[in-house]
């Protein structure tokens, strides 16, 4: 184990640290490296910006080590059916749609489509009307919120909701907290199992923040840090949580293309350390850039599933987002 | 006459001060740079020497806090059963952020437990004193599960008025229950065994040994909540209070912590009445009305969201000083009130809002973090110097 | 049989005035989401001023002004203290609210202090009337009235006046209805004024013989206390459901009072609380929010 330079006693090594790290990624459409060693997504890997190489400490510890039933490729998430009715409106109709396991899959469409309906409905915010949600084959029905969290959705929010009297650390052990067993009275008398998970927590939630890239700011409270650190400190929060999904509902609201890039290196990044994410967005250049695949929704409804070059051309979508064409009076398109 | 735009101009604004204020120094800045400088070592001397000077309070009877006409180690004994309620009352209110204004119904409760397994007016079995502090907390606990169990499920304004509905009902059950003995109440009740002299130790006019078993019970809890603040229960709490629903999704129990806030505040409620009715040895059913759980919640919420120590010195002052100013003794609820009133208007976070520290090893990080930074300052210098 | 006639009619006519403080404390919450605490002094204020008033001016006219200070109150305690504070939690609100509460009540209690009891109900307290058979007080008979011409006139308003429209498209959604035009401090301020007032209406029932017993105006504030308990059987964002708890707890109070005794009475009227609650958290008419995220 590499030494760490924080208080955590040598001899204590845990068995997580003893990962082997393995390449899960699809082989994909992807553009690879260049020969100067600058990934095509043109953030040079030495940058304070940069994510993390896959290499580093910080991306080791925070590699995805969960036993996943799925093999790689095989549908991680299955959705039938999914229906939410509110009152009188329909605010998802029947979609149906899979994730694969080790897959980025972009959920778009116009606003009020019902993508964060969607979201909600998965992860038990929404109890849907009708439909299914099964997680390696087995269902999430009538399960709380928190179970459903612990069965391995953790989700980032449109409107940043994170813990505003906290720092950034304790932001993310929170989200380490879940896969924690300390009683409460072993918390209150300090017993082992407290005082072993209180030390990981802080090596864990400092690898998670270096991870995205916001170590330098652990100890300040959350609601002062700058907007782009909020936004990477939910990611962070939600992979604490050790998920086999990470659904990010509009990461990159409010950020500029440089910060959208980086962005998208780190979603890929997270991909590659074997995790799958859902990704819902609104910029369209981020989600061709990054998804394997897209689903695109409308009014509730499912209207395409497919690779990003077959979406970008497909004539209801496009009819979706810019509206079908119409006759002028004197008859010009 | 706002519209949206004032509103969110507003809330700007509000945010931005509140930035500010974390970074200007507050007039207690100097002194939490200067403590969160010491180590870890120099720290517990320096709580130990205050622990001293405190068990030494009744008997220096320092001319400056002494209060004329009232016998100063009662006035502290009533201080320090007012820092322990406000202890318990803010780990429900303070850190899960729980209204919960029936506190006094666990006072009471803990009181004529007791009253009854202790005094010669009852008819059970006789125990010692000493043993009802336990029993006191196990059956109050017992009622706060009770009691939490339903009304946890509830949306906190609803919270509210059923826990100011629960301390009512307490009061009137004690008036209404003919073993409680109503008005009439308990008398002799028990106390800690000891003699000194040949006379025991603790008596009800002598107020200093029970200041001290307060002070020790005090330092004890604090240390305990201290545990609970920086492990996972803490942080669920917190959690809890910032952002329930957020908390829920990220993996967070919310409701069995609720249930164990609730639990453990009015444990602590339940042995403060306990230690209550030793010291003062008479219980009735006139002490527990709703203007108390008001002055409770007061001392919490003067001492600031979450911080023990705040709140404990808030319940302090509640309690000490209609004695010191006897003027005010007649007018201190009416005092109290514009309290309340001005706090919420213009620091509704407390007069000592301290941050709550959440992990059990963060100091460490502080280390790290200050590497992080260096770096990265040092690569933009390289970035600029190329 | 007829002792429980007598006690329904007791009972419905307690739970008129119940309904009269339920409705006013929940149109204040459905406009400004706060609990107001100090519910309990609007409806001491506005009893204090009547009776301070009364002997010179006459019952008719104190009772008016009496209404119209309570009202007055309420929209003070808004415009002044509220509106200040505008970005507290809604707990800190509630904390702010019984603040004002103990100042209030330790002001008029301090003054009403060696008063004899003061009593407000000149016109019907303590007078007998007929009515199918039974020996009624006239108080409970024309609370019911009142209460009954008051609250049909309040759903008037709620629902086909543009007052009414206003108070609850901002309830539904503040920032929404603000963008539509509607001036939000003009409903927050008038839902407090009409809360006051239907206090102030309240109390002349309140500090009676009747209804409020031998202290008159001195227990109406701790009798107010029902109007909790009432607005949370009702569901805390239903002004109807308001009306239901009202005379829900009222009866609940008279029926405890005749068949068990007076101080089960009020530890009853919090039990069928708990009853409702387990059954139906959200109140029986109140709505349970979705969560949007």
């Not at chain 2, 000077?53 to 009662?74: E, S, V």
């Not at chain 2, 009902?169 to 073993?179: C, D």
């Amino acid at each position: 184990m590499a030494s760490h330079d924080n208080d955590i006693p040598g001899d204590e090594a845990p068995e997580q640290h003893e990962r082997t790290y393995s390449t899960g990624h699809l082989s994909l459409d992807k553009s690879g490296e260049d020969a100067s060693g600058t990934p095509a997504d043109g953030i040079p890997t030495d940058s304070p910006e940069a994510p993390p190489d896959l290499d580093s400490e910080a991306a080791q510890i925070v590699h995805q080590d969960r036993d996943i039933a799925v093999a790689v490729g095989d549908n991680l998430v299955e959705i039938r059916d999914l229906t939410v009715q509110f009152g009188g409106l329909t605010a998802l109709d029947a979609v149906t749609f899979d994730i694969r396991r080790g897959e980025i899959l972009g959920l778009i469409g116009p606003n009020g489509a019902g993508k964060t309906t969607c979201f909600n409905a998965m992860t038990g915010v929404y109890k849907p009307t009708s439909g299914t949600v099964t997680l390696e084959g087995k269902p999430l029905r009538g399960m709380k919120k928190h179970a459903i969290t612990r069965a391995g959705f953790a989700r980032t929010f449109q409107n940043i909701r994170l813990f505003g009297e906290m720092t950034a650390l304790e932001n993310v052990v929170v989200g380490l907290d879940a896969r924690h067993q300390t009683s409460v009275l072993g918390a209150l008398v300090r017993s082992p199992r407290h005082i072993r998970e209180e030390k990981t927590s802080i090596e864990h939630g400092m690898a998670l923040l270096e991870f995205v890239g916001i170590a330098d700011k652990a100890g300040e409270l959350a609601r002062n840090l700058p907007y782009g650190y909020q936004r990477r400190l939910e990611i962070a929060r939600a992979l604490a949580t050790e998920p086999k999904l990470l659904c990010l509902d509009e990461p990159a609201a409010g950020f500029n293309p440089a910060e959208k890039e980086e962005l998208m290196a780190l979603i890929r990044t997270i991909r590659d350390d074997g995790y799958t994410v859902l990704l819902i967005e609104h910029d369209m250049k981020l989600v061709m850039g990054v998804c394997d695949r897209i689903v695109v929704l409308e009014f509730g409804k499912k209207i395409a599933d497919d690779v990003p070059k077959a979406i970008r051309e497909n004539p209801a979508v496009i009819a979706a987002y810019l509206g079908v064409e119409e006759e002028d009076a004197d008859g010009a398109a | 006459m706002t519209s949206p735009i004032e509103d969110v101009a507003a809330s700007q604004a509000h945010a931005d001060e509140q930035a500010e204020e974390t970074r200007k120094p507050t007039r207690f800045a100097g002194l939490q740079r200067w403590w969160n400088g010491l180590a870890r070592p120099q720290q517990w001397l320096v709580l130990g020497l205050v622990a001293v000077l405190l068990y030494a309070l009744p008997l220096l009877n320092p001319p400056l806090l002494t209060t004329p006409g009232y016998d100063f180690p009662i006035v502290l004994c009533d201080m320090a059963r007012f820092a322990l309620v406000a202890l318990g009352l803010n780990v429900v209110v303070g850190q899960a952020g729980l209204l919960d204004l029936g506190y006094i119904g666990f006072f009471a409760v803990g009181s004529y437990v007791a009253a009854l397994w202790t005094s010669t007016d009852s008819t059970m079995v006789k125990i010692p004193y000493l043993a009802t502090l336990p029993l006191a907390m196990i059956v109050t606990g017992f009622v706060g599960v009770v009691l939490g169990l339903p009304t946890l499920r509830l949306r906190g304004d609803y919270l509210a008025i059923v826990t100011l509905g629960f301390g009512e009902i307490i009061r009137l059950l004690a008036t209404i229950i003919p073993a409680l003995k109503g008005n009439t109440g308990f008398q002799n009740i028990g106390s800690p065994p000891g003699a000194w002299n040949g006379k025991p130790v603790f008596t009800i006019t002598n107020g200093t040994p029970w200041f001290w078993l307060f002070l020790t019970v005090i330092i004890v809890v604090t240390l305990l909540l201290g545990n609970l603040e920086r492990s996972r229960v803490g942080r669920a709490w917190i959690a809890i209070r910032e952002d329930e629903d957020a908390a829920e999704v990220m993996g967070v129990p919310t409701f069995k912590f609720k249930l164990w806030a609730f639990t453990i505040g009015a444990a602590i409620g339940g042995l403060s009445g306990a230690l209550f009715a030793g010291q003062i040895g008479f219980v009735n059913n006139q002490k527990f009305d709703v203007a108390t759980s008001m002055l409770f919640i007061a001392a919490v919420v003067m001492g600031g969201a979450g911080n023990k120590f705040g709140a404990m010195i808030g319940g302090a002052i509640v309690a000490y000083l209609p004695y010191r100013f006897g003027f005010i003794a007649d007018k201190k609820y009416l005092i109290f009130g514009v309290v309340l009133v001005m706090l919420m208007i213009f620091r509704p976070q407390g007069l000592f809002g301290a941050r709550n520290h959440l992990l059990a090893y963060g100091r460490s990080i502080k280390r790290q973090a200050a590497r992080l930074r260096r770096d990265a300052r040092g690569d933009a210098a390289l970035k600029e110097g190329a | 049989m007829s002792t429980f006639l007598q006690v329904i009619v007791n009972g419905l006519g307690q739970g008129a005035v119940f309904a009269l403080l339920a409705l006013g404390f929940v149109i204040i919450y459905k406009a400004t989401e706060t609990i107001n605490f100090a519910h309990g002094s609007l409806v001491l204020i506005g009893g204090y001023v009547a009776f301070a008033v009364k002997p010179h001016l006459g019952w008719l006219v104190a009772a008016l002004v009496g209404v119209l200070v309570a009202a007055i109150a309420g929209l003070l305690i808004e415009r002044v203290l509220l509106a200040h504070s505008r970005n507290a939690s809604p707990d800190s609100l509630a904390i702010l609210t019984i603040g004002v509460d103990v100042i209030i009540l330790t002001e008029v209690t301090r003054r009403l202090g060696t008063a004899a009891a003061p009593f407000l109900g000149d016109p019907y307290d303590n007078k007998a009337m007929q009515l199918l058979g039974l020996t009624v007080s006239r108080t409970y008979v024309v609370a019911l009235v009142v209460a009954a011409i008051l609250i049909g006139l309040f759903f008037l308003a709620f629902r086909y006046t543009s007052w009414g429209l206003e108070m609850r498209a901002q309830s539904e959604n503040r920032e929404a209805s603000a963008l539509m035009g509607i001036r939000s401090w003009r409903v927050t301020a008038s839902a407090w004024a009409v809360g006051g007032a239907l206090a102030g209406i309240a109390v002349l029932f309140l500090a009676t013989n009747d209804i409020g017993g031998g202290s008159g105006l001195l227990s109406s504030h701790t009798v107010a206390f029902a109007a909790f308990p009432a607005a949370i059987i009702g569901g805390l964002t239903s002004p109807g459901g308001s009306v239901v708890g009202g005379l829900v707890v009222g009866l609940a109070n008279a029926i405890a009072a005749q068949y068990v005794s007076l101080d089960f009475a009020n530890v009853a009227v919090y039990l069928v609380m708990l009853v409702v609650l387990l059954a139906r958290p959200a109140g029986l008419f109140g709505k349970v929010e979705q969560l949007r995220v």
